[in-house]
């Protein structure tokens, strides 16, 4: 079975603080990649997909390494907003995509 | 845009009884998923489809029946539910054909379910 794995917190971390998640999955044929957001009680929705160039939104950037098969967040500037479960997803090519078990931020005052 | 839509909310069942989720998606999607989500076990695939009239089993289909007899619909049915059924049901859909979108899934906003 096809995994991928997070370390589930939680991250506890102050206002205006820096703080990276990473992801490992363990399928080398795996095609895309994307980070989701979790509110609690809430459904996931999407953050940002990855790029193998790495990316940027705003706060947030994305890196991937293939070698290492593995994918990072970073969240610069935390807000408390940002608390969340973060959800590392990988498409293996195949119609289904594969979710780790997510990782909790919690950002305090 | 109403997105994906699953009705209902909040549901309690007692053991033993049936019920049927209902998902909707307006976005033309192929593809549409059931997944439910327990603490600890983050979320876990239950049947899914990759186009009207077809589906296929997740990794946990045992207990659950689906159907989609309509692109946009996509049917759970719990024929006799049972106290491990209890958790909450997420319905997501994803275009699958072509563009940068396309392995993008969207989400419903769940459905808690009891069953007692």
């Known amino acids: 079975r096809k995994e991928v794995e997070q370390d589930p917190g939680p991250f506890n971390v102050p206002e205006g603080a820096t703080v990276a998640f990473n992801c490992t999955y363990s399928?080398?044929?795996?095609?895309?990649f994307f980070w989701y957001r979790q509110d609690c009680r809430k459904e996931p929705k999407l953050l940002m997909s990855?790029?193998?160039s790495g990316n940027e939104d705003g706060r947030f950037t994305a890196q991937l390494n293939r070698a290492s098969q593995y994918i990072s967040l970073l969240i610069r500037d935390s807000k408390l907003s940002d608390s969340a479960t973060y959800l590392c997803?990988?498409?293996?090519?195949?119609?289904?995509?594969?979710f780790g078990k997510g990782t909790m931020l919690l950002v305090s005052p | 845009n109403a997105g994906v839509t699953q009705t209902p909310k909040f549901r309690v069942l007692k053991t033993g009884q049936s019920m049927t989720l209902l998902c909707a998606q307006d976005?033309?999607?192929?593809?549409m998923y059931w997944y439910r989500q327990d603490p600890g076990m983050g979320l876990r695939l239950i049947h899914y489809?990759?186009?009207?009239?077809?589906?296929a089993k997740g990794e946990v289909p045992d207990g659950y029946n689906v159907s989609r007899l309509k692109k946009q619909n996509f049917l759970l049915g719990l024929e006799s539910a049972a106290p491990s059924q209890t958790s909450v049901y997420f319905c997501?859909?994803?275009?699958?054909?072509?563009?940068?979108?396309?392995?993008?899934?969207?989400f419903g906003a769940g459905t808690r379910l009891s069953v007692l």
């Open positions: 997501a859909s994803r275009s699958g054909t072509s563009g940068v979108a396309k392995n993008i899934q969207y």
């Open positions: 399928n080398s044929a795996s095609q895309s």
């Open positions: 990855v790029y193998s």
């Open positions: 997803v990988v498409n293996e090519g195949y119609s289904t995509l594969t």
């Open positions: 976005m033309n999607h192929e593809y």
């Open positions: 489809s990759v186009g009207e009239g077809t589906t």
